[in-house]
């Protein structure tokens, strides 16, 4: 019983520390995109930017669902990917994605006339 849950705190030990990273990743990029702007710093787009692209990047481990078994070095490169599109980059990504999506819905697929 004991051993069950060492294991346990083990592995979210673990899960927290892959968080941790994707983070640091999404921090990093959010910063580095922040000071490449011409926009004015300030304290609150700086704090903004930062959790918006930690954030993304920390959602890279979704991929995880359609790609079990990923090793670390490319959930980072999805978790930079997503922290270099950013939100506006996603929001691009995802209206036509959806809109690709419902095209395919209106017009009954991709069938051959």
């Keep these: 019983m004991v051993e069950k849950g060492i294991e346990m705190l083990a592995g979210l030990r673990e899960t927290l520390g892959t968080l941790a990273l994707f983070a640091a990743v999404g921090v990093v990029i959010g910063l580095g995109r922040l000071l ?51 939100t506006a980059g996603l929001e691009i990504l995802f209206s036509k994605a959806i809109s690709g999506a419902s095209g395919i819905v209106k017009g009954g697929g991709d069938e051959q006339n």
């Design 36 to 86: 490449n702007s011409k926009e004015d710093l300030t304290t609150r787009l700086l704090i903004g930017r930062t959790l918006s692209t930690a954030g993304l990047s920390m959602a890279a481990g979704t991929v995880l669902v359609w790609v079990p078994g990923l090793p670390l070095i490319g959930q980072l490169g999805v978790s930079a990917g997503l922290a270099c599109l950013g």
